[in-house]
T-cell receptor, first 111, second 112 residues
Framework: QKEVEQNSGPLSVPEGAIASLNCTYSDRVSQSFFWYRQYSGKSPELIMSIYSNGDKEDGRFTAQLNKASQYVSLLIRDSQPSDSATYLCAVRGDSSYKLIFGSGTRLLVRP | NAGVTQTPKFQVLKTGQSMTLQCAQDMNHNSMYWYRQDPGMGLRLIYYSASEGTTDKGEVPNGYNVSRLNKREFSLRLESAAPSQTSVYFC???????????FGSGTRLTVV
């Protein structure tokens, strides 16, 4: 079992819709959770971080964390074609310094 | 612009050749990391340096060595390149463990 699992997609949504991206993790003691966006041929860019159960909103992005279910999600409201990218979930694992990444979900926003 | 700078951006090596990937950050971050990214495999940690003077192995360290030259610079060396090391290599840094990383633009390495 992978430590951080994501559906590879592609997830296809129409412009203006809500895109929902999901991630599960295996290490129950994980403390920090991150979402990165990666455009094709580019480096990952941090878009959201969340550390406690519940929702955290930043503009059109909402991160949701449920530690009991070992589940973290990212909602993108009013999706735009420019949101089309691969979204990487990352979890701080058993070491204080290492992030464990999922393999990413590719999102396609159709105009 | 402040950030993480990697050189070179592209490199082709022959099997058995050696090379060093350079990484420098100007954000005064304590921790630095080297990842490789392969299709379908996500980002995998090669080595990391929690602070100046320390280095530790990550998930896939075989075939690589690192040097934390000073607080700014963290290099990755391939002593004898193999085709399995064909990948995109990313350097990253963070101020502390609890926050996310800032990534460099990557080095696309092909070993033939």
């Amino acid at each position: 079992q992978k430590e951080v699992e994501q559906n590879s997609g592609p997830l296809s949504v129409p412009e203006g819709a809500i895109a929902s991206l999901n991630c599960t993790y295996s290490d129950r003691v994980s403390q920090s959770f991150f979402w990165y966006r990666q455009y094709s041929g580019k480096s990952p860019e941090l878009i959201m971080s969340i550390y406690s159960n519940g929702d955290k909103e930043d503009g059109r992005f909402t991160a949701q964390l449920n530690k009991a279910s070992q589940y973290v999600s990212l909602l993108i409201r009013d999706s735009q074609p420019s949101d089309s990218a691969t979204y990487l979930c990352a979890v701080r694992g058993d070491s204080s310094y290492k992030l464990i990444f999922g393999s990413g979900t590719r999102l396609l926003v159709r105009p | 612009n402040a950030g993480v700078t990697q050189t070179p951006k592209f490199q082709v090596l022959k099997t058995g050749q050696s090379m060093t990937l350079q990484c420098a950050q100007d954000m005064n971050h304590n921790s630095m990391y080297w990842y490789r990214q392969d299709p379908g495999m996500g980002l995998r940690l090669i080595y990391y340096s929690a602070s100046e003077g320390t280095t530790d192995k990550g998930e896939v360290p075989n075939g690589y060595n690192v040097s934390r030259l000073n607080k700014r610079e963290f290099s990755l060396r391939l002593e004898s390149a193999a085709p399995s090391q064909t990948s995109v290599y990313f350097c990253a840094s963070s101020e502390q463990a609890q926050v996310g990383y800032t990534f460099g633009s990557g080095t696309r390495l092909t070993v033939v």
